[in-house]
């Protein structure tokens, strides 16, 4: 007896499922990841990269690069003038160089448009398979099952197939608008090439072949190497060395970076016996996460000697004296740390968070200037939004911390909070003000939210 038709295409469009389940795997889901914020590691972003995003034809205050807590070797993009950087891409690289090299790659994608032509891939793939599906229902209906399910294997086959091999172009044409932008940039390939010889040993490690890159998303490691060496040694930057200011802050960021993520490695990395400045900067930060504030604050201390008024070891130190407990001695050095950074907003959340952690009533109205004044500058800090609610709260203004906490949750993709805290908000702010105005939108974004997760689950 033959199959029933509905049961037929039952099946089929659970194929389709699957091979549009495949493809999505290659897109990067940014929400469903960590995003680190740190001011000394986006000031030495921002100027690795402007040269590059200017090579772009970009302009720099419109791109950013944003660290993801992750450990594995990785960056991607998702839209926008965004590049996102795994930390484990950071830790795993040896020179700033390698960093230049990656975002200018990245870059590629960016001006390339690759993000949103994708969708052009996508639907090359999806209309293959659906054609497979269609001819290979008909011949099961027809009585042919092993030939439809011939048909339906071969379709999947050369939809992935389709779709790989356009991701796999547009990676090759990154390549080499990355090199373009890091030459007109006067910046050096050479980190480009180190960073490829570090992917195929890789490779290599885990056993991937290395004769044919069909099946895989991205052009074999040896193959990009292959057609960059020549393109980058016959550039007038090749034997450029890399500015040493940049190399020494990229290193201090490296080791912080390892202090903060891993602690323990951190302190094998970088042991006692280390007594440079990233050395110093990875154990205060290990000591500090793994509680040890006396150790972290020796630390710290010597590393103020060592550069006097440097505002990102204030920050450190303040941070150190904060979380312990001690928020009144880290206000001096917060202090100055803000000044020194002309208001940098994260280092002035933390300054805010430290005014409010001494309980200190007399404490309340600078730290409601200062909050104030980081949201106004980055609104994309929830921590900086909290903080800034509590002080409303402390004044007895319900509604605006309502707002702020409508704020935090909003970044923090907390549609039902969100939209709570919003409805709260508008119900005790003067209807029509900018603040009553910027809650509605709040409350409808996150309707608008929970409406579409709501259909996603049906």
Known sequence: MLPRLPQIFAALFQRLIFILVAIGLTLQPVHAQSILRDAETEALFDEMSAPLIRAAGLEPRNAKIVLIGDNSINAFVAGGQAVYMHTGLILAASNANEVQGVIAHELGHVAGGHVISTSDGIKTATGITILSLILGAAAIAAGAGDAGAGILAAGQQAALGKFLAFNRAQES?????????????????????????????????????????????????????????????????????????????????????????????????????????????????????????????????????????????????????????????????????????????????????????????????????????????????????????????????????????????????RPQQALASARSAMAGIKEGSSDWIRAQDIALVSEAALGDKKRRRR
């Open 173 to 413: 044409s990154a390549d080499l608008a990355g090199a373009d932008y890091l030459s007109k940039a006067g910046i050096s390939g050479r980190g480009s090439i180190a960073f490829f010889k570090r992917l195929q040993n890789l490779e290599f490690r885990y056993g991937i072949p290395q004769t044919d890159s069909y099946e895989r998303t991205h052009p074999l490691s040896g193959e990009r190497i292959a057609v960059l060496q020549g393109v980058y040694e016959n550039d007038p930057a090749w034997n450029k060395p890399t500015d040493p200011a940049i190399e020494a802050r990229f290193q201090r960021v490296k080791a912080k970076l390892q202090g903060y993520i891993d602690p323990k490695r951190a302190l094998i990395v970088y042991p006692t016996t280390d007594l440079t400045i990233p050395g110093r900067y990875a154990r205060a930060y290990a000591w500090h996460r793994t509680a040890y504030p006396e150790q972290a604050l020796a630390e710290a201390t010597t590393l103020l000697r060592m550069v006097p008024n440097d505002p990102y070891f204030l920050e450190l130190k303040g941070q150190i004296l904060l979380e312990s407990g001690r928020p009144q001695e880290a206000l001096p050095m917060l202090r100055e740390a803000v000044a020194r950074t002309n208001a940098q907003p994260l280092i002035s959340t933390t300054f805010g968070h430290a005014l409010i952690a001494t309980e200190d009533k007399a404490n309340f109205q600078e730290a409601e200037k200062v909050l104030k004044a980081s949201v106004g500058r980055d609104a994309e800090n929830p921590f900086a939004w909290y903080q800034l609610g509590v002080v409303y709260e402390h004044n007895g203004d319900a509604p605006r911390a309502a707002l702020a906490a409508a704020e935090g949750f909003y970044l923090q993709n």
